[in-house]
């Protein structure tokens, strides 16, 4: 299992919570004695156009700073997607995030969409033919959403539910229930936990979706899976969170 980072994600590129000090170095922290780190480059405009409109590409360029660090994010993710075809799980630990980055427009903390540039790219090489995102942030990605609507390659999945057991007994069933898919990528939000927002999973759980994710990858996919980061906001456990999950989802 890799971890894909940049130094450049400690970068406070804004006031709000994904881009607030300290949140990266909590997770790096969590993560650099067990997993090997790898470094991204930037993803370039034409694989950003893939997703997103050029008016929108060119509203994130007028912030110098968002645009640098915003296409780092996006050349992580993929980077993980290119090492999952490879037969080498990833996971993006990056931000900004994205699943709220729709073709021509965006919110919630995010600005080009992640998981759906790299998803893309992969499709448009001819490396996949289908894939699944699994998305278990506590919001729903309508970036990811729109980006995919009436697609016919790319299923997104958001299990949603107010109480523990029915959430995650939805989630594994959504995944038990697909018959085929070339990969899976995951959209891993934190923000569900007991301790942050959403104030509803246990750190164990996180275990155990990153292992169903895993056991779809190997049922369906030949292995092939890779995550990124999205919300998780309480830095005190948000590095327990995301170890917990790729012990999962790792080999
Ligand atoms: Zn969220």
Not at 130 to 149: K, M, Q
Request: contains cysteine.
């Amino acid at each position: 299992m890799k971890v894909i980072f940049h130094e450049r994600f400690y970068e406070v590129y804004t006031h709000d919570p994904a881009a607030a000090p300290g949140r990266m170095e909590a997770m790096v922290k969590a993560l650099e004695n067990e997993f090997e780190f790898v470094e991204p480059t930037p993803a370039s405009d034409r694989d950003i156009e893939r997703v997103h409109g050029r008016q929108h590409l060119q509203s994130v360029k007028e912030d110098g700073l968002i645009y640098k660090v915003g296409r780092l994010a996006a050349g992580g993710a993929i980077l993980a997607g290119e090492l999952a075809c490879q037969g080498q799980p990833a996971f993006g630990l990056i931000r900004p995030p994205g699943h709220h980055a729709s073709p021509h427009s965006c919110w919630g903390f995010c600005y080009f969409n992640n998981v759906a540039v790299a998803v893309k790219k992969l499709l448009s090489a001819g490396k996949i033919k289908s894939a699944l995102i699994l998305d278990f942030d506590l919001h729903f990605g309508d970036g990811t959403a729109n980006t995919f609507a009436g697609s016919q390659e790319v299923t997104y999945v958001h299990p949603s539910g107010g109480h523990r057991a029915p959430y995650l007994k939805d989630l594994q069933g959504r995944l038990e229930s697909e018959k085929t898919c070339d990969l899976i990528a995951v959209s891993a939000g934190f923000d569900r936990h007991e301790d942050d927002w959403g104030g509803l999973l246990k750190t164990e759980d996180y275990n155990a979706i990153g292992q169903w994710a895993k056991e779809f990858s190997f049922r369906l996919c030949q292995g092939r899976r890779f995550g990124v980061l999205e919300g998780g906001y309480n830095h005190a456990v948000l590095g327990i969170n995301v170890k917990t999950f790729l012990q999962g989802f790792s080999d």
